[in-house]
């Protein structure tokens, strides 16, 4: 366990030595309506709106609100500069923008506060959903959200009844207004030509085909001694890049295939009166890991950890236990065995980039696992230790 700490503390360290700023191409508009092309640090959404860094031709400045009028990373990004109101004080920030069109939306992260702010013919208006305490008729209290948003976008889109009923129900979060904005503006202009800008709220996922090798080892309670068993394994990541969050969060859910293979002497067990145990596990093992993985920005080679849990079903099971004893040895096939295992598991790696839909991926993973249920069987009181190291390759789907 120490060598893994000090191998994930070196690896942390040299991440944050050897990190690159993750330029993308993008343009400013300065204030005097010029377009300047060249590369945009692409950072986590609270950054984007306090200021923009910039490079043309290595020269490399960063602009706040009050500087240049907007700015966009192409593919990914697009923000403009806006006074906004936030908390009763007027401030200059770089707003994201949603939609553009007749009608405006934007997105604006301050602090741990998230805002929709939605422009129509000059008119910045905050929306808002924020929970309010009430009285219930007993005396008691409870929360419940306010909806004003509701009531801002319906009189905002007052010009569109047909979409009354959509913003009665709409709930206060991303796709959904993001939704009701454009087809307002589809509504107004039913050629299209008001929707000047949408935000895709499409969630960016990506297939990794991954294989490697898998070395476990498996302790029972009662021994320090270790049964040992390597064996390929081969499988599939498959990658969720949330359409609002911060690029370098992502979801990953897995589903990986190895065998299984364990045949020793334990000659430790102290559980039982023994003279030793002979063990002999044979097993196929489907894991389905689920985890939050955070990539380090990188222009081509992009350092990655990961952490989460896994569930693993043991199939075609075959188990035998010699145990020998000073008077007598007792022989037990099929020896009763959880089906079942869940665990924790962590990973270090790293991406080389081919372009923006194809990727190499290197990973180190270890993992923990235990059976669900424990019992006085011997093999129901085990517990697996992993390691897996995988190559493979990504495409977007």
């Known amino acids: 366990m120490k060598k893994i700490l000090f191998f994930l503390l070196l690896f942390v360290v040299s991440v944050t030595v050897f990190a690159q700023s993750d330029y993308r191409a993008g343009y400013i508009v300065t204030l005097q309506n010029d377009t300047i092309y060249g590369e945009i640090v692409l950072r986590s959404n ?20 009050n500087e240049i009028s907007t700015y966009r990373i192409i593919g990914e990004k697009y923000y403009i500069s806006k006074e906004v109101d936030l908390f009763e004080k007027k401030e200059t920030v770089f707003l994201e923008i949603l939609v553009e069109g007749i009608a405006n939306l934007y997105y604006l992260k301050n602090g741990s506060d998230e805002f929709f702010i939605l422009e129509k013919e000059g008119r ?82 990506f297939v990794e085909a991954v294989g490697g090798i898998a070395i476990n080892k498996m302790g029972l309670d009662g021994s320090d001694e270790h049964l040992n068993s390597s064996s390929p394994t081969i499988g599939a990541n498959f990658v969720f890049k949330p359409s609002k969050a911060h690029y370098v969060w992502n979801v990953v859910l897995g589903l990986n295939y190895q065998k299984a293979n364990f045949s020793e002497r334990i000659e430790d067990y102290d559980l039982t009166e023994n003279l030793f145990l ?19 920005p990188g ?4 350092p990655f950890l990961s952490a989460g849990i896994t569930n693993s079903v043991l199939l075609n099971i075959n188990s035998t236990i010699v145990n020998q004893r000073s008077v007598r040895t007792q022989r037990e096939e099929n020896a009763e065995m959880e089906n079942y295992h869940f665990g924790y598991c962590a990973s270090l790696g790293f991406k080389y980039k081919l372009s923006d839909k194809n990727y190499l991926i290197f990973e180190a993973e270890y993992e923990s696992r235990r059976p669900r249920t424990r019992s006085y069987k011997i093999l129901s009181d085990q517990n697996v230790n992993s390691m897996m190291f995988s190559v493979g390759y990504a495409f977007k789907l």
């Open 124 to 205: 910045l208006v905050s929306l808002t959903n924020k929970e309010s305490i009430y009285k219930g008729k007993n005396g008691g209290t409870f929360a419940k959200n306010s909806s004003k948003f509701r009531g801002v976008m319906l009189y905002f889109f007052r010009d569109a009844p047909q979409l009354a009923n959509k913003i009665k129900q709409v709930d206060f979060s991303y796709k959904p207004i993001i939704n009701i904005v454009t087809e307002y503006n589809k509504s107004i202009c039913p050629n299209n030509e008001c929707v000047k800008y949408e935000k895709s709220t499409e969630s960016n996922i």
């Open 299 to 302: 222009r081509k080679l992009q």
């Open 278 to 296: 002979d063990v002999d596990v044979k097993y196929d093992l489907i894991k389905i890991p689920l985890k939050i993985r955070y990539e380090f």
């Open 46 to 65: 609270l950054k984007n709106a306090q200021s923009c860094i910039f490079r043309n031709e290595s020269d490399e400045k960063t602009y706040t609100p």
